[in-house]
T-cell receptor, first 113, second 112 residues
Framework: DSGVTQTPKHLITATGQRVTLRCSPR?????VYWYQQSLDQGLQFLIQ???????AKGNILERFSAQQFPDLHSELNLSSLELGDSALYFC????????????FGPGTRLTVL | GESVGLHLPTLSVQEGDNSIINCAYS??????FIWYKQESGKGPQFIID?????DKRQGQRVTVLLNKTVKHLSLQIAATQPGDSAVYFC???????????FGAGTRLFVKA
């Protein structure tokens, strides 16, 4: 158990809908990262927050957004969902937010029908 | 659990043998490297890391080697066990920026 929690574990929804994925980092970690993992791809970095502020952006679509709250938990919002958004979404956390080990949560499996 | 990376490079080894998983990284400015293990249905799990001022680091049954000249990283697993079967990812980052780049992954099969 990494100490990072993600909810829900599974999510099934329809195209065009909007969902919110939630992540609680390890106690003491200030930085949260979001990744997308499809069956035929590796881990694609989406976005990183550090102590409530956006720190780095990767391959995140405009239909996706995220935020980190004062209690350091984070939410990833996915809107106007398409079939191709079906994937595993992982949250990771680390203490200082650069060049340190990221600890991954168990992931949320999103299925868009 | 569900499989990740259906078309990943695959390494098949006999239980008890040593395994070597290789990774070519992309950014010559990267100065921190990590190996992760991902078992089916789970999130990636930290195995070992190395900074660019080192060329070798050892853990319990695992060794990471870094060759900055050719931008190559390897993970050696001694006396491979069935529980080592997983997908292994290398990751690179640098202290000047904040993005972590993950490699495509290698699937390790351990035959009993």
């Amino acid at each position: 158990d990494s100490g990072v929690t993600q909810t829900p574990k599974h999510l099934i929804t329809a195209t065009g809908q909007r969902v919110t994925l939630r992540c609680s980092p390890r106690s003491g970690d200030l930085s949260v990262y979001w990744y997308q993992q499809s069956l035929d791809q590796g881990l694609q970095f989406l976005i990183q927050y550090y102590n409530g502020e956006e720190r780095a952006k990767g391959n995140i679509l405009e239909r996706f957004s995220a935020q980190q709250f004062p209690d350091l938990h984070s939410e990833l919002n996915l809107s106007s969902l398409e079939l191709g958004d079906s994937a595993l979404y992982f949250c990771a956390s680390s203490f200082q937010g650069f060049a340190d080990t990221q600890y991954f949560g168990p992931g949320t499996r999103l299925t868009v029908l | 659990g569900e499989s990740v990376g259906l078309h990943l490079p695959t390494l098949s080894v006999q239980e008890g043998d040593n395994s070597i998983i290789n990774c070519a990284y992309s950014n010559s400015a990267s100065d921190y490297f990590i190996w992760y293990k991902q078992e089916s249905g789970k999130g990636p799990q930290f195995i070992i890391d190395i900074r660019s001022n080192m060329d070798k680091r050892q853990g319990q049954r695992v060794t990471v080697l870094l060759n900055k000249t050719v931008k190559h990283l390897s993970l050696q697993i001694a006396a491979t066990q069935p529980g080592d079967s997983a997908v292994y990812f290398c990751a690179e980052t640098n202290t000047g920026g904040f993005k972590t780049i993950f490699g495509a992954g290698t699937r390790l099969f351990v035959k009993a």
